[in-house]
T-cell receptor
């Protein structure tokens, strides 16, 4: 089965810098990959989907890349703000279209 | 538009009891999925319902069951509760379940089994 790896250590950065989070997977390359944001005590919020034939996707201050050779997706938040502090989860389909989630990486943006 | 509503928000049950959790999806969404989230295992898929039919199922024991009604509202039932069932149970709705739709999650039901 697919194994999804996200850095379990929190990422601490200063406000205004670019945050980069990593999602690695171990087996077959999925047809797409999703990124979600989760705040404490709340459910995840869908942010972006990138397909295997898309190298990069942008939405406002967010940028996602998808490298099927490296089996990796990078999630960037430019001009980060304290309000961006949250846990970010990547998800990819296993078997059918049902997303399987990574454990997430906590991002802390310091003012 | 109203989001995904899960009730109750918090629940404390005793081992051996059973529990029913409720989820009202976004109006018009026909796919409802359930996930269990724990610190040790992360988010784990339980099952997905679409138009009152279970369309996909995760690797959970038969004590975990669900159903969906004609108005797309869904319930999840856990029988013979165990301490390890303590978790945040999340419901997610989607228009069709297609990946580009994304999932909209509710705030979850925090279940504590004592």
């Amino acid at each position: 089965s697919q194994k999804i790896e996200q850095n379990s250590e929190a990422l601490n950065i200063q406000e205004g810098k670019t945050a980069t989070l990593t999602c690695n997977y171990t087996n077959y390359s999925p047809a797409y990959l999703q990124w979600y944001r989760q705040d404490p005590g709340r459910g995840p919020v869908f942010l972006l989907l990138i397909r295997e034939n898309e190298k990069e996707k942008r939405k406002e201050r967010l940028k996602v890349t998808f490298d099927t050779t490296l089996k990796q997706s990078l999630f960037h938040i430019t001009a980060s703000q304290p309000a961006d502090s949250a846990t970010y989860l990547c998800a990819l389909p296993e078997g059918s279209y049902i997303p399987t989630f990574g454990r997430g990486t906590s991002l802390i943006v310091h003012p | 538009k109203a989001g995904v509503t899960q009730t109750p928000r918090y629940l404390i049950k005793t081992r051996g009891q059973q529990v029913t959790l409720s989820c009202s999806p976004i109006s018009g969404h026909r796919s409802v999925s359930w996930y269990q989230q724990t610190p040790g295992q992360g988010l784990q898929f339980l099952f997905e319902y679409f138009s009152e039919t279970q369309r996909n199922k995760g690797n959970f024991p038969g004590r975990f069951s669900g159903r969906q009604f004609s108005n797309s509202r869904s319930e999840m039932n856990v029988s013979t509760l165990e301490l390890g069932d303590s978790a945040l149970y999340l419901c997610a709705s989607s228009l069709r379940g297609a990946p580009e739709d994304g999932y909209t999650f509710g705030s979850g039901t925090r279940l504590t089994v004592v």
